[in-house]
C-alpha cells in the first residue's frame, strides 16, 4: 500500500496506438517490481489486450491473465473492466476512458488517451482536473517519434 498519494500521469499517444505503447510502459513497470492492472471500459479490448500481449513481440514476455481467469490475485498484470485491485497492483493503467476510481494503494495512475479521438481527449482533460483537485500529484507526456516527452 502506498503511504503519500497516487501520482497520475497522463500518457498522450501520437505516433503510435495503443498496442505499440502499452506492452513497453507495462515492460518498464515488471522492471521497477511492480504489479499492473490495466482496466478498459470495453471487454472486448480485454479479449484483444490477452491475446496481443503474448505476441507483440517475439523476444518478449509478458506474464498477464484477463480477471475472470483462475488464480488472477497471482499475476503480474491483470486486465480487467472491474474496479477491484485483486492482485495488489502497484501502477493501474486506465485505457477507453475507463474511471480511475479509489486510487489508494496504487503508487501510479497511467491514463493512455489518443490524441486523435476527441471524446478520449476531452475524457482525459477532465480526469486530470479531478486528480489535481483531489490532490494527487500528475504529470503530462507526450510522444514523440522516438519515446515519451513531459509536458507538465
Known amino acids: 500500500m502506498a503511504d503519500t498519494a497516487c501520482e497520475v500521469w497522463f ?16 515492460e518498464k513497470t515488471l522492471q521497477r517490481g511492480w504489479k499492473a492492472i490495466v482496466r478498459s471500459a ?3 479490448r480485454i479479449d484483444h489486450l490477452d491475446g496481443w500481449l503474448w505476441s507483440y513481440r517475439d ?17 503480474p498484470i491483470l486486465l480487467t473492466t472491474g474496479m477491484e485491485n485483486p492482485n495488489a497492483a502497484d501502477a493501474l493503467f486506465l485505457v477507453d476512458a475507463a ?3 479509489d486510487l489508494s494503494g496504487y503508487q501510479r495512475c497511467i491514463v493512455i488517451f489518443d490524441g ?19 490532490g494527487h500529484p500528475v504529470s503530462y507526456w507526450k510522444q514523440q517519434a522516438r519515446g515519451w516527452e513531459k509536458q507538465a
Not at 501520437?14 to 506492452?23: K, R, S, V, W, Y
Not at 523476444?59 to 499475476?75: G, K, M, V, Y
Not at 486523435?116 to 483531489?134: C, I, P, S, V, Y
Open 11 to 26: 500518457y498522450h499517444l501520437e505516433h503510435t496506438g495503443l498496442d505499440q505503447a502499452l506492452p513497453e510502459l507495462l
Open 42 to 44: 470495453a471487454p472486448d
Open 59 to 75: 523476444e518478449s514476455f509478458l506474464p498477464h491473465a484477463p480477471a475472470d481467469e483462475p488464480n488472477a490475485a497471482r499475476q
Open 99 to 101: 474511471e480511475a476510481g
Open 116 to 134: 486523435a479521438d476527441e471524446g478520449q481527449l476531452q475524457n482525459a482533460r477532465a480526469q486530470f482536473r479531478e486528480a489535481k483537485a483531489q
